[in-house]
């Protein structure tokens, strides 16, 4: 009984006190924080186009929830430790409402990775390796089709199943040199590709709900692998759930906290075009793949002009990764930086 009457008694109050609350698209809160995905819908006819940049950093390796250094690796028989990567991207999206329950969606990502590498002693000694080297590879990513249809809308909550699918345009087959570059280029590890190289379905829940003074939501999204690439591996499904708050101030702002937890599995199979042995560098190794993380996330959404110039906003969102779990030696990703831009006509 004790149980039930607390929250209650909240829907109760939070009932009453914001009973006069009414969706309002113009609303800064009404889109989530910007790195959160296809968690809203838009009315029958409306378009939206939108860019975003995102970048994410990488500059310690872990091993479970450990932290693991450069010459712990070395020491631990692999010739090459990766000691930094980042990974920058631009992402066009395109929204397209043909009903109120239907939004169509597209998203183009441009993606830039960088590494820094670190060679061991006895690498540099034996195998002619240069002591610090960069990777790079860039390129047009997986794009990503498919529908939000809203199962439930009310003046107050919505929920929509997400139904997005990922198509392999991002190559699966990119070189640069590596530690010994008498070698010439040579095919980069798994986390330097660009794609999956398979048709990865995107299903996803986002539950959202408004009040006059806050507003908060929740979405769970999955990527689901299908087949093998024609490297012979596939990518670990990954999961990922997102909780945020947001919080208008004034007509134009809005300012958010998120959480978010994400849990991805190892590769399955192994890139047959990698001659880089997995006791080499850890990157090669396709059982170092998986892992977990929690971030927390602030940010803002502004909107910039909402009249005949379209509805515009602008938004921003910096978040830190406060827990790893992660097969390694693997580098665990530290900050997150999205901004962007929306336009809505
Ligand atoms: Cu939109």
Redesign the pocket.
Same mark, same amino acid.
Request: hydrophobic residues 35%; charged residues 15%; negative net charge.
């Given at each position: 009984m004790k149980r039930l009457t607390l929250p209650l008694i909240g829907v109760a109050l939070l009932t009453t006190a914001h009973s006069a609350a009414h969706a309002d698209a113009t609303r800064a809160d009404s889109?989530a924080p910007i790195g959160v995905m296809g968690d809203? %819908?838009?009315a029958q006819g409306e378009v =939206?186009l939108?860019y975003r940049y995102m970048d994410m950093s990488m500059d310690q390796n872990y091993a479970g929830s450990q932290k693991v250094s450069t010459s712990d690796i070395h020491a631990a028989g692999y010739g090459v430790a990766p000691q930094s990567m980042d990974m920058t991207m631009h992402m066009l999206?395109a =929204?397209y409402a043909p009903s109120d329950t239907l %939004?169509l =969606?597209a998203m183009l990502p441009h993606i830039t990775n960088d590494m820094s590498l670190r060679s061991s002693m006895m690498a540099q000694n034996m195998m002619n390796a240069r002591p610090r080297f960069t990777t790079e590879s860039s390129g047009i990513g997986d794009v990503k089709l498919g529908g939000l249809y809203q199962l439930h809308s009310d003046d107050k909550n919505t929920l929509i199943f997400n139904a997005m699918i990922s198509l392999p345009t991002g190559s699966i087959d990119e070189q640069d040199t590596m530690a010994n570059p008498m070698m010439g280029e040579m095919h980069m590890p798994y986390p330097m590709q660009l794609g999956s190289g398979t048709v990865d379905l995107l299903p996803g829940l986002t539950f959202t709900q408004k009040h006059s003074r806050y507003s908060w939501g929740s979405q769970i999204k999955a990527t689901l692998r299908t087949g093998d690439n024609d490297n012979g591996y596939t990518l670990g499904d990954r999961y990922r759930l997102n909780t945020w708050i947001a919080k208008p101030i004034g007509h134009r702002f809005s300012l958010s906290g998120r959480a978010s937890f994400e849990h991805w599995d190892n590769i399955d199979g192994s890139d047959k075009q990698l001659t880089l042995m997995p006791n080499m560098v850890p990157t090669a190794d396709p059982k170092l793949r998986g892992g977990e993380q929690t971030s927390l996330h602030v940010g803002f959404n502004y909107v910039l002009a909402d009249g005949d110039t379209g509805n515009q906003r602008l938004a921003l969102e910096w978040g830190e990764v406060v827990a790893h779990d992660l097969k390694g030696p693997q580098l665990g990703t530290s900050k997150i930086l999205t901004l962007g831009y929306?336009i809505?006509f």
């Amino acid at each position: 009984m004790k149980r039930l009457t607390l929250p209650l008694i909240g829907v109760a109050l939070l009932t009453t006190a914001h009973s006069a609350a009414h969706a309002d698209a113009t609303r800064a809160d009404s889109h989530a924080p910007i790195g959160v995905m296809g968690d809203h %819908t838009h009315a029958q006819g409306e378009v =939206m186009l939108s860019y975003r940049y995102m970048d994410m950093s990488m500059d310690q390796n872990y091993a479970g929830s450990q932290k693991v250094s450069t010459s712990d690796i070395h020491a631990a028989g692999y010739g090459v430790a990766p000691q930094s990567m980042d990974m920058t991207m631009h992402m066009l999206g395109a =929204m397209y409402a043909p009903s109120d329950t239907l %939004t169509l =969606m597209a998203m183009l990502p441009h993606i830039t990775n960088d590494m820094s590498l670190r060679s061991s002693m006895m690498a540099q000694n034996m195998m002619n390796a240069r002591p610090r080297f960069t990777t790079e590879s860039s390129g047009i990513g997986d794009v990503k089709l498919g529908g939000l249809y809203q199962l439930h809308s009310d003046d107050k909550n919505t929920l929509i199943f997400n139904a997005m699918i990922s198509l392999p345009t991002g190559s699966i087959d990119e070189q640069d040199t590596m530690a010994n570059p008498m070698m010439g280029e040579m095919h980069m590890p798994y986390p330097m590709q660009l794609g999956s190289g398979t048709v990865d379905l995107l299903p996803g829940l986002t539950f959202t709900q408004k009040h006059s003074r806050y507003s908060w939501g929740s979405q769970i999204k999955a990527t689901l692998r299908t087949g093998d690439n024609d490297n012979g591996y596939t990518l670990g499904d990954r999961y990922r759930l997102n909780t945020w708050i947001a919080k208008p101030i004034g007509h134009r702002f809005s300012l958010s906290g998120r959480a978010s937890f994400e849990h991805w599995d190892n590769i399955d199979g192994s890139d047959k075009q990698l001659t880089l042995m997995p006791n080499m560098v850890p990157t090669a190794d396709p059982k170092l793949r998986g892992g977990e993380q929690t971030s927390l996330h602030v940010g803002f959404n502004y909107v910039l002009a909402d009249g005949d110039t379209g509805n515009q906003r602008l938004a921003l969102e910096w978040g830190e990764v406060v827990a790893h779990d992660l097969k390694g030696p693997q580098l665990g990703t530290s900050k997150i930086l999205t901004l962007g831009y929306q336009i809505a006509f």
